[in-house]
């Protein structure tokens, strides 16, 4: 079988419909960062890459010293400012937009303290600990008509968007079977953020957010969800797999580990061939389609280590006046909260979170 990606249309994105007004065209989106830790910062690096859509206009950590020595680093031509607090960072009138860099915990209160200030909002992934959490920050946003986006910025890496595309083409086939795995060895201290449950540790918001995007974007909500874990004695998940069926007969195995360097891999069966994703699939340059004995490479320009990508498409947004991103759809993010929340529930994994009402 020759390869479906002999002759492939553009990888143009279909704006959505426009309800905000638009941010100027003429100059970059002026950026606010909100926190200072190791994502923040790979974020600020990733707009420096695309300096004519996105710079670092203001940073905010819980230390002013924190964020001015941030602002020091990662501020370009740009004269980066530094607040010793968030909320003056969401009142800083040269902030177009608020990017959410806290832990998973944090997210809901951070997420709507931006939206209260009318700030359009990314937030990193997982996009807060709840469903009911995400529900609530949906409504808001939609209510106020404010930009709003899950930082999955696997969705929107050239390579994954071009798999999607021929996927809904019907150019792969039938999908049967999907497999993807994240993880990685975490040898850190309860009190690391990754580790501690006050701040939504453990690896299925961390790592296996990815897995279950992945499989999601591709065959939707599972019919059938079954878990097992391996719990920390603080009560995190440690090691988790994850067992999907839908009607239709497909299947997903998704994993996810802070205790082993597992391979950080996916692929796609279908009844035509196999796309395969090397490490670390969730920000490929390249991808294999498998078929006859054959392997076919599919290859996309990639900026950076690909954040930059999530950044150009809210920028886009933004300058369209669109509230909410197709490549990375609310209801998406939603629907992978949902799951999360039902895979918690198989393996016996409860936040704070889960005894707090949000919303009316």
């Not at 996309?300 to 920028?315: Q, T």
């Amino acid at each position: 079988m020759s390869a479906p990606f002999a002759h492939l249309p553009p990888l143009d994105v279909t704006p959505g419909p426009r309800r905000a007004e638009p941010l100027p065209a003429d100059r970059p989106v002026r950026w606010g960062v909100l926190a200072t830790g190791g994502i923040a910062r790979s974020f600020a690096s990733a707009l420096r890459l695309v300096p004519d859509d996105g710079v670092l206009a203001a940073v905010a950590g819980r230390r002013l010293e924190n964020a001015e020595a941030f602002a020091a680093e990662h501020g370009a031509s740009w004269t980066t400012r530094a607040h010793g607090s968030y909320a003056a960072l969401v009142a800083d009138a040269g902030v177009d937009v608020v990017y959410v860099a806290t832990p998973h915990a944090l997210h809901h209160e951070h997420v709507m303290l931006a939206l209260d200030a009318g700030k359009p909002v990314l937030c990193e992934k997982a996009f807060t600990v709840t469903a009911a959490q995400a529900e609530d920050l949906v409504r808001t946003a939609r209510e106020r008509n404010l930009f709003l986006m899950e930082a999955m910025w696997m969705r929107c890496n050239p390579v994954i968007r071009r798999i999607h595309q021929l996927a809904e083409q019907g150019d792969l086939g039938r999908i049967q079977q999907v497999r993807a795995d994240l993880g990685f060895l975490v040898d850190a201290p309860e009190t690391d953020r990754l580790l501690a449950p006050e701040l939504g540790g453990g690896a299925l918001l961390d790592m296996g957010v990815y897995a279950l995007t992945f499989a999601h974007l591709f065959l939707g909500d599972p019919d059938k969800v079954e878990a097992v874990a391996e719990m920390s004695s603080s009560g995190i998940d440690l090691n988790l797999a994850i067992s999907l069926g839908w009607t239709g007969g497909a299947v997903g195995a998704l994993s996810s580990t802070m205790t082993a360097y597992s391979p950080r891999t996916a692929s796609i069966a279908t009844d035509r061939g196999r796309i395969d994703l090397g490490d670390a699939f969730i920000h490929p340059t390249e991808a294999h389609w498998v078929a006859d004995g054959e392997t076919h490479v599919l290859r996309e320009a990639v900026i950076g280590s690909g954040l930059a990508h999530e950044a150009l498409e809210v920028a886009r947004c933004l300058r369209n006046g669109e509230t909410e991103s197709p490549l990375v759809p609310l209801e998406d993010t939603v629907a992978v909260m949902r799951l999360m929340d039902r895979i918690r529930e198989r393996i016996g994994l409860r936040y704070a979170a889960d005894s707090t009402k949000v919303g009316t």
